[in-house]
């Protein structure tokens, strides 16, 4: 039966096939749980939650580099036999989501207002069954081997369950409370923001110069303010006690300009004497360094703007006004009355949101707050101590710092989509917190008897707060169920280093505050996408890609690849189309490799014999445990992109590029084509589970088609580890099967170095024939002399190898411990042999001379390096093993120095 395959692989025709054959046959789920049995809880566990995507969101390139690097850490977890569960779900992304349903309300004429809350959930909840899928298939297209059954949405009831559970904990602990203070306020929104999402931006602006009066006298104190508007909630002027120019006016009685409202001038040391004037006004309603300020100097505060950013009642003749119209015509007014000094050109730090886009306003307003002190103690500790680790480690400077300085964190909104405060209020407004609606008018009705009417607050909670529970309210959290008893706490938390403090801190405390355990082991941080010349990617700049358009034209595999190979942790990747694109002709090389080992199976002797590997078979199988060993170090350390390129530059360069070629000829030979096949087919193997977590679509396709040829051919073909059902759930490779394999010995050692000198030897020579013009199919004659009797025999053993890849004559290659420089000859010297290439009439004898010169002086120079270094306190200070290593270094230079010296003298004849 032919064992051949298509002649050119099809992404787009494998890629949905297998990612639904892969799901259907359950291989996404933990692999140690039968059907209806407890898990085995000797087997290790392996588990992310997937940083829930907004349920508004579609595909782009931050979402493509988490699921790449989360699928590869689980895809390479479940070949090691570990039970390794990847977590699905979205978040219900409160702002953004309510946005989108207000926009779509507005096209129809109408206002969630004017639907009332109900209506309004009702249809948002609709908008979400309708569009909230998009994004979770668009995952699936780049591979993410989730667990689609155990997925969850943040709002779903038993998420719900959990954030009420979460809420009332802190609540009966005293930890949560509501009163009014200074927060972000977004006038576009209409709801408190935190500080977090809010984003400044430098803008040009304008700084205003005027005059504060002085009660009772013609005095006056220069003041200067970005915000003039302000001016109508200022409570006080502050100078700095040092300041000789103001010190007679402390603690006199200023007036508001255009309201006369009587307010002190005071001393405080936050000042900043050299700032416009040294005057400043403090507005503690509308500033959170007046603020702090006014609490110090137990200011009275003042809101002067409504929540929509108008003036309120508090403002005079301003009320009603916007606060940027009111900001000229106060102005204009202070003008006419003389208090205008003068204005000048400021670049300001413009806080705006990260949603609307809007200016946002600091604004008193009375909200529920956590105090978060304590938890971000536990969460210091827990980083301080080793139970969580993050990657990369100087990350952990940035998170000690926002901890160390963290403040009351602000949880409600004034939103209707979100998990809704639960607390209700009752007669004289008293509060019931409860975990339930039941049990609040259980707690009311023991109060004030059976007749009592409660409401809930009107206000959600901050996305984040539902969102920092996710890595165990997805497991069941609060009931003990079996997926939280044996996945919690989980393994890596993998995300953007940008929501560092939005999300994974907040994700730490909660894990140690509910549930005793921190839950996860590591967090892995990956960096921002940008464009091919840094630049980060806005639809300003026109250089947005589409994550999507990039997996059309070259498929999932090429951008996985690109994405996983082209960074390293916490730094930014900037993304090549061209890189892409080379990573695709790598799937190909894949495709073309296998095509070849495959198409050779049907040639094998009918008699299955294997006889001892040859120095190119012991030369595969070394650099194949060397691989699989380094890969495997480098994953477990999170160097990913090092580890992929490692297992690339085998399968490209040792294994297709050398072994397949000298196996091309090992196959002709009766008496090695079976220990090559064997070869070819268990390396290749190795390679394709190595690549695997990187490649998940080729590496299977073509694996299926390595196994179903070797199964028809022979058993004999089955690689060590065995065929599995597929490649997800093949072991992963081990580098003992390989070395054994090779033999493990110092003759094997021996002969697979002789084929590494070999192949060292055709790259100078191939570079000498390019240098020297040869006609690439031309074969030359060729003298080796190696100095050494040993790898001269073993040599000579590899010279048809030698001669096919270097294009020698086979027949006029002598090989020898030492030999003598024919005249018209290249003289190379590649280690320990010299070669030399007689080529009478087609050498540049002026060219050879340069070169050879130019590699004397390389020589000198490494000689003198080392030379130094071993004089040096180097040779005292360390191991002996590095300093024999130098001087064997030393050794060969200053022979391979003699060869050229010898090769120039010859040459110069």
């Not at 971000?376 to 680790?389: N, Q, S």
């Not at 493990?744 to 030897?761: G, I, P, R």
């Not at 290249?826 to 070169?851: K, N």
């Amino acid at each position: 039966m032919s064992t051949e395959i298509a002649k050119h692989y099809d992404f787009k025709n494998v890629e949905k096939r297998l990612y639904e054959w892969w799901e259907e046959n359950g291989w996404f789920e933990p692999q140690n749980q039968p059907q209806n049995e407890n898990f085995d809880p000797d087997i290790e566990t392996f588990v992310i939650s997937i940083p829930p995507p907004n349920v508004t969101g579609s595909l782009h390139l931050g979402h493509a580099m988490f699921v790449s690097l989360e699928d590869l850490m689980i895809r390479y977890n479940r070949m090691l036999g570990k039970a390794s569960l990847w977590v699905p779900g979205t978040d219900h992304a409160g702002i953004a989501t309510q946005l989108q349903v207000e926009k779509l309300l507005r096209s129809e004429g109408t206002s969630r207002e004017e639907v009332g809350r109900e209506e309004f959930l009702r249809r948002t909840w609709e908008w979400k069954e309708k569009y909230g899928g998009e994004i979770t298939n668009q995952l699936r297209r780049l591979g993410a081997s989730c667990d689609w059954n155990r997925e969850r949405f943040t709002m779903d009831e038993g998420l719900s369950v959990a954030v009420r559970e979460a809420f009332v904990q802190l609540y009966e602990k005293g930890l949560i409370y509501r009163g009014p203070r200074l927060i972000n306020w977004s006038p576009g929104l209409k709801t408190a923001v935190s500080d977090l999402e809010v984003e400044y931006s430098e803008e040009p602006g304008t700084l205003y110069f005027f005059k504060y009066p002085i009660k009772g006298s013609d005095d006056h104190l220069p003041v200067a303010t970005t915000r003039p508007e302000t001016i109508l909630g200022d409570t006080a002027v502050a100078v700095h006690p040092d300041d000789e120019r103001y010190q007679h006016l402390i603690g006199k009685t200023a007036l508001v300009p255009m309201l006369d409202r009587e307010i002190p001038v005071i001393a405080d040391d936050y000042v900043d004497m050299e700032f416009g004037t040294g005057a400043l006004k403090i507005t503690p309603g509308h500033d959170p360094n007046d603020y702090a300020i006014g609490e110090r100097h137990n200011l009275s505060i003042i809101s002067m703007m409504d929540k929509q950013a108008k003036i309120n009642e508090n403002g005079g003749k301003y009320q009603g006004m916007d606060r940027f119209e009111a900001r000229k015509q106060l102005w204009a007014d202070m003008e006419v009355a003389g208090m205008v000094i003068e204005t000048k050109p400021h670049t300001l730090n413009v806080p705006r949101s990260q949603r609307g886009g809007e200016i946002i306003e600091p604004m008193i307003s009375t909200q529920w707050f956590v105090k978060i002190q304590g938890m971000a103690d536990a969460g210091i500790k827990a980083v301080r101590d080793g139970e969580i680790t993050i990657v990369p480690e100087r990350f952990e400077k940035v998170y000690f710092n926002w901890l160390e300085n963290i403040q009351d964190w602000c949880i409600s909104r004034q939103l209707w989509w979100g998990h809704r405060i639960p607390v209700w209020y009752g007669p004289n407004n008293t509060q019931y917190c409860a975990r339930t609606e039941a049990d609040a008018y259980a707690q009311a009705k023991a109060e004030h008897g059976d007749d009592v009417t409660l409401s809930q607050d009107d206000d959600v909670l901050d996305t984040w707060f539902s969102s920092g529970l996710w890595p165990f309210s997805t497991l069941g959290w609060p009931e003990k169920t079996p997926d939280l008893d044996y996945f919690y706490p989980t393994s890596v938390m993998e995300t953007g280093y940008d929501i560092l403090f939005f999300w994974v801190a907040r994700m730490i405390m909660s894990g140690l505050a509910y549930t005793d355990e921190a839950p996860f082991h590591t967090v892995y941080l990956h960096g921002l996408v940008r464009d091919a010349q840094g630049r980060k990617m806005s639809k300003t700049l026109g250089n947005v890609t589409d994550p999507l358009d990039v997996i059309d034209e070259f498929g999932t595999d090429a951008l996985r690849f690109t994405l996983l190979t082209g960074g390293t942790p916490g730094n930014d990747l900037n993304l090549s189309l061209e890189r892409v694109k080379a990573n695709r002709n790598f799937a190909n090389k894949l495709w073309n490799m296998s095509r070849f080992v495959i198409g050779k199976l049907d040639g094998l002797p009918q008699d299955v014999v294997f006889n001892a590997p040859t120095a190119a078979d012991q030369w595969i199988l070394t650099k194949a445990a060397k691989t699989v060993t380094d890969a495997t170090r480098l994953i477990d350390n999170y160097q990913f992109g090092q580890a992929g390129t490692i297992a690339y530059d085998f399968i490209w360069g040792d294994y297709a590029d050398w072994y397949i070629e000298t196996a091309k000829q090992q196959l002709q030979d009766p008496a090695k084509a079976w220990t090559t096949a064997r070869t070819l087919v268990s390396v290749l193997d190795m390679g394709l589970r190595l690549m695997h977590p990187y490649v998940p679509y080729v590496t299977e396709e073509v694996w299926q088609n390595l196994k179903q040829a070797s199964q028809r051919v022979s058993a004999a073909l089955e690689p060590q580890l065995g065929w599995a059902d597929a490649l997800i759930i093949a072991k992963w490779p081990e580098a003992a099967h390989f070395s054994e394999r090779a033999g493990d010995t110092a003759e094997s050692t021996a002969n697979a170095d002789a084929y590494e000198h070999m192949v060292d030897l055709v790259r100078s020579i191939r570079r000498a024939r390019a240098e020297n013009g040869v006609e690439p199919s031309r074969k030359i004659p060729a003298i080796l002399a190696t100095g050494d009797a040993a790898l001269a025999e073993r040599l000579s053993g590899l010279n048809n190898a030698l001669a096919s890849l270097a294009q020698l004559d086979a027949s006029d290659v002598t090989i020898a411990e030492s030999a003598a420089a024919p005249e018209d000859s290249i003289s190379l010297v590649v280690g320990t042999t010299a070669v030399y290439l007689p080529m009478a009439g087609l050498i540049d004898v002026a060219a050879e001379t340069e070169r050879i010169t130019k590699e004397i002086a390389n020589a000198d120079k490494q000689i003198k390096r080392l030379t130094g270094l071993l004089n040096s306190p180097f040779a005292q200070k360390a191991p002996e093993k590095v300093v024999n290593a130098e001087r064997e270094k030393l050794a060969d230079l200053q022979t391979a120095k003699t060869k050229l010296e010898a090769q120039l003298a010859a040459l110069q004849k």
